[in-house]
């Protein structure tokens, strides 16, 4: 098993940044990618990004979040961080913190991962 805390949310204006959290903990060793999903009141669970956990791999993320969010690991902390910029009401959601240590799937897919988080509030006001 492997257990993840978020940390880091909270309220925010329009354009300004935050930085999430989610510290891993178990049997990290078995996991291969590590992503941040968000939902929004009434809406699916969609991706946000995503980092494989090996050293030398790069990131991914959904297109509305280019520019803007940077995910990042420190493998020996077994962490991962999202950084928020230039933040916009639309982002307003729970922000979970997912791992999946399958091979097969996919992994824009929330059903495709295999342990998550509790979720942090991110509000973002106009």
């Known amino acids: 098993q492997v257990q993840l805390v978020e940390s880091g949310g909270g309220l925010m204006q329009t354009g300004g940044s935050l930085r999430l959290s989610c510290a891993a903990s178990?049997?990290?060793?078995?996991?291969?990618?590590m992503a941040w999903f968000r939902q929004a009141p009434g809406q699916k669970r969609e991706f946000v990004a995503g980092i494989p956990w090996s050293a030398g791999s790069s990131p991914y993320y959904t297109d509305s979040v280019k520019g803007r969010f940077t995910i990042s690991r420190d493998n020996a902390k077994n962490t991962v961080f999202l950084q928020m910029n230039s933040l916009k009401p639309e982002d307003t959601a729970v922000y979970y913190c997912a791992a999946r240590s399958r091979t097969y799937g996919s992994v824009w897919s929330a059903n495709d991962y295999d342990y998550w988080g509790q979720g942090t509030q991110v509000t973002v006001s106009s």
């Open positions: 178990g049997r990290t060793f078995t996991v291969y990618v």
